[in-house]
Nanobody
Framework: QVQLVESGGGLVQAGGSLRLSCAASGRTFSSYVMGWFRRAPGKEREFVVSITWSGGTTYGSDSMKGRFTISRDNAKNTVYLQMNSLKPEDTAVYFC??????????WGQGTQVTVSS
């Protein structure tokens, strides 16, 4: 099991950038598929992007693929989400998650991202 702690959220103007980090504890981090989800006010949780141990990525939508970049540093047990060209509709709580099978079994507490217009 790994425990996940996100950081890097905050308030940014539209068009700006933020980089979220997710620090994982545990020796098996590299075996986990890591991902980012978000939940906007009044909406369901949404899959943003995931990354395998070897760097393969899957994006939730084409609009995210062009603006968001996921990466991981297995030596530092950390996964990152670089978000560029942010829009007000990107405002949400962003969660880091991990899985070894098909189910996302490990979750962080979330970090708030607010994009002002």
């Amino acid at each position: 099991q790994v425990q996940l702690v996100e950081s890097g959220g905050g308030l940014v103007q539209a068009g700006g950038s933020l980089r979220l980090s997710c620090a994982a504890s545990g020796r098996t981090f590299s075996s986990y598929v890591m991902g980012w989800f978000r939940r906007a006010p009044g909406k369901e949780r949404e899959f943003v992007v995931s990354i395998t141990w070897s760097g393969g990525t899957t994006y939730g939508s084409d609009s995210m693929k062009g603006r968001f970049t996921i990466s991981r540093d297995n030596a530092k047990n950390t996964v990152y989400l670089q978000m560029n060209s942010l829009k007000p509709e990107d405002t949400a709580v962003y969660f880091c998650a991990g899985r070894t099978g098909m189910v996302w079994s490990n979750w962080g507490q979330g970090t708030q991202v607010t994009v002002s217009s």
